[in-house]
């Protein structure tokens, strides 16, 4: 970067409200802030292709856009997934790309998981929706299995999942996982077993999903891979929505071989889209509760995501090493404080 000049930061996209944290932190380094609201590439492109840096939330900061970047050293997300980004791109055009470490969130996202899984278990919206109608009866809510006789299976079991794993331990249930990237002494020390995808499947009552988006996982759950579950089971994802097809999900629920989901994302993901309408028929089904993609939240968790990708950002532009890089970039001038 041309240290005699100011350089550029834009945030492509947020839904904080403002964008004082980031302003605070950026402006305080010598640098100039620039928020815009990009829903496609040719928005990020118009915006940033003169950037130093990028920070994303939810905007796509694809291949052709990353083309277009003339002078950009770091591309910043808000939160752990980097699915968004081209990574690949941006090595190649040797731009440094960072997340937070998902302990921002951990917690927030392992109670919106369990409190999702109790919600669909226990029947509280039924029993809402007939207590709002005047209806006051326990049988409008019938039936319901005891949860301590069930399995719990969890898809990955990455940090949030054990402490997904933590907090359901305490209901006494058998706790299943699979994962092919974590060592089975992990997983006994946490009194869980690693099982097969095809044991998941077949003895999960309850089925939690917490997996990154990927390439492999993208699209994992569809019509073969519900209908294999055990029939009655519920679904919970409180990962990224494309894990899961959503018409297939429809049909499953419809057709109550699943008997509820608890869904924190869609596979469309909403807030990505332009002009986006409720037209997803998942929404028609009372078997499931939908969040906006908002097991995450907090107000402690926000402050913090914020703060951290602006804080890589500064890192990065000041010629110092990021501490969440995702990417490895031959980078010249580097400092290490």
Request: a neutral charge; hydrophobic letters at 45%; glycine letters at 6%.
């Amino acid at each position: 970067m041309d240290r005699d000049r100011k350089a550029k930061v834009v945030v492509a996209d947020y839904d904080f409200g403002d964008v004082a944290i980031e302003q605070s932190i950026i402006t305080a380094a010598g640098f100039e802030l620039i928020a815009a609201q990009c829903k496609s590439e040719d928005d990020v492109i118009s915006v940033a292709a003169n950037a130093d840096a990028v920070l994303t939330q939810y905007a796509e900061i694809g291949k052709r856009a990353i083309q277009s970047f003339t002078r950009c050293e770091v591309i910043a997300r808000y939160g752990i997934g980097v699915d968004i980004v081209d990574v690949d791109a941006a090595t190649a055009k040797r731009i440094v790309v960072t997340n937070v470490p998902n302990d921002w969130c951990m917690n927030e996202v392992a109670d919106h998981a369990v409190a999702l899984l109790l919600a669909l278990v226990r029947k509280l919206s039924t029993y809402d929706r007939a207590t709002h109608a005047g209806e006051w009866h326990w049988q409008s809510g019938r039936p319901i299995q005891r949860l301590q006789q069930g399995t719990l299976g969890l898809f990955s079991f990455g940090a949030i999942a054990r402490e997904i794993a933590r907090r359901m331990r305490g209901f006494s249930v058998r706790i299943i996982a699979h994962d092919p990237f974590v060592d089975e002494r992990d997983a006994v020390s946490e009194g869980v077993s690693l099982v097969s995808f095809e044991e998941l499947l077949a003895q999960s009552d309850y089925l939690m999903i917490q997996a990154p988006l990927t390439r492999e996982t993208r699209g994992r759950f569809g019509e073969t891979e519900l209908r294999q579950m055990k029939r009655g089971a519920i679904l919970v994802n409180t990962a990224r929505g494309p894990i899961v097809k959503d018409a297939d999900l429809y049909r499953a629920l419809k057709d109550r071989w699943l008997t509820a989901a608890g869904l924190d994302d869609l596979e469309e993901e909403p807030a990505k889209r332009a002009g986006w309408k409720a037209n997803n028929p998942l929404f028609s089904l009372e078997n499931v509760i939908i969040t906006p993609h908002a097991a995450y939240y907090s107000e402690q968790s926000i402050q913090i995501v914020r703060r951290f990708a602006s804080e890589e950002v500064v890192r990065v532009l000041e010629g110092k090493s990021p501490l969440s890089p995702v990417n490895k970039v031959q980078r010249v001038n580097v400092k290490t404080a």
